[in-house]
């Protein structure tokens, strides 16, 4: 007996190595239960949290961040606190354009259970309207700029959700400076910064990129995230791209490990964050076809040497936000291109080893004109399949306008289950949507826009959804209506069990913003922060 208990003890744990050895290593990638440490809950981005989210829309605090544009990108929460950044204001510190600030965003953390803050917001530093370079030639974009100077397309603003690190708590923050902070959570202050640029013009004041979608850690310890470059080099007139579209890989010192390509610029710039396969070992990247002239791409790279295995052209698609799933194929929301101009879009490829594989594209045609991108993304899944694929379209070239809906989509074919338009909805909504954030429980929650009110449409005010889907389709849970509006403020779930999410101003993104001096405070530019949260049971 005690010899077949040996022999079966040597078969299960030669079964266990197999299963580990076709796994590669475990998934570092899945939710984490200890709080929401990265945009889209995980390395993935599959946006769905280990807990259960809010069952009822009560409001537990909410945080004014005084004299700020909005709140653009997706909290990170731990057992900590809650941190995001902000868009801030032009500030005029003197005479010469070169002396003012170029949007003065600022980085927040705040008590996870009172909303209180946990230190005085920080402003890492003064990013310059224009800047002087004797090796460039003033084109028509530099003519607000004053003699000898040239603008800058970098801005102050907090663009890109803070990853943590599992090991020490830091915060690795992007914005639009084209820097990478290390922030500590407990005091605010900065570690290091780590600037982007192009090695072959190491003097180039402009040759990094903007941090938009956010880094995340490998199993390796690099910090990894891309860059968006604008203006886009087709842009009339006279607009020439100064800033580099590339992938970077940092050390825990904030030194460079690798950047992708070496030297030089990708084509497109990267909206969309990147995400890591289940094993940790390939990053996957997509780029977005600002540049019409070049198609986008997704790439596959060795997650640690930056290696590139596969790349693949999207011809008529592109990508605004990526997710990997735990059946490995990569799920795409963007855009499709055609005779008529863009299209809400949803696209899933196979990784095929060393080549993507298309298996089924999916458009939302009948979003449009309201919405022309599917900028939002969430994957329900368990721990061997894909059931569901939620996309969110919206419309990010009027902040206020009407237009947006969710989708839910077969995984294997794409096609189309279930949707939820907002303007049918009780309560109503508007507006495009923010991403998608899934629970443990299968609720959904995203947010709507709002639209302003003219002539010929009557303002509805922004809202944020939570959504059930049965036989009938989506039914509203709850709906909480915000002040100013939800622009690209997706919510993120808390190890509390809370859905926190910032707002925009009222002023609206789209309005000229002349520069003002340090000191002045501007009348409804003071985007909201929100914890949503059931109260404690007695």
Known sequence: MWQRLGILRK????????????????????????????RGGNARRTGRAQVAGPQSGRVAWSYLASDGLGIHMEPTVTRDGVFFGTWGLIRKHGESPASWDRFDGAIVGLELGSGRPLWEPVRPGVTPYAYAFAGRKATLQDRGAGKGLHMSAYNGTVEGSAAVDPDNGTLYFGRGDGRLYAVDPRSGAIAWSFQ?????????????GQIVGGPLLTPGGS??????????????????????????????????????????????????????????????????????????HLLALDAESGEPIWEMTLDDRSGQDLAVGVDGRIYVAGLVEDAFGRKPAAFAVVDQGQRGGLAWTTSFAAD?????GAGGLALDEDDVAVRHVYVSTTNAQDS??????????????????????????DPRGSGGFTDVTLDSDGTIYAGTRGSAGGLLRRAVQARMYALRLDASGFGVLWSVAVVGSLDGASPAIGPDGGLYFGSTAALR?????????????????DPVFYAVRDAPSR
């Not at 030669?14 to 440490?37: K, M, Q, R, Y």
């Open 196 to 208: 982007t640029g192009d090695p072959a013009r190491s003097d180039d004041p402009e040759s990094g």
């Open 509 to 525: 993104s789209a309005d000229p913003l002349e520069p003002r001096p340090a000191s002045q405070a501007v009348p409804g530019a």
């Open 368 to 372: 449009r004109p309201r919405a022309h």
């Open 223 to 296: 910090i990894v995230f891309a860059t968006y470059g604008v203006p886009a080099s087709d842009e009339p007139p006279g607009r020439v791209r100064h800033q580099t579209h590339a992938i970077y890989a940092v050390n825990r010192d904030g030194t460079l490990r690798w950047r992708h390509p070496a030297q030089g610029s990708l084509p497109n710039p990267f909206m969309a964050p990147v995400a890591l396969s289940r094993s940790g070992k390939r990053l996957y990247a997509i780029t977005l076809r600002a540049d019409t002239r070049h198609p986008a």
């Open 11 to 38: 078969l299960c744990w030669l079964s266990l190595a197999l299963c580990l050895t076709f796994a590669g290593v475990p998934d570092t990638a899945s939710g984490d239960a200890e709080g929401w440490l990265v």
């Open 400 to 425: 206020s306008a009407r237009g947006g809906r969710l989708h839910r989509l077969d995984p294997a074919t794409g096609e189309i289950g279930a949707s939820f338009d907002p303007q049918h909805a």
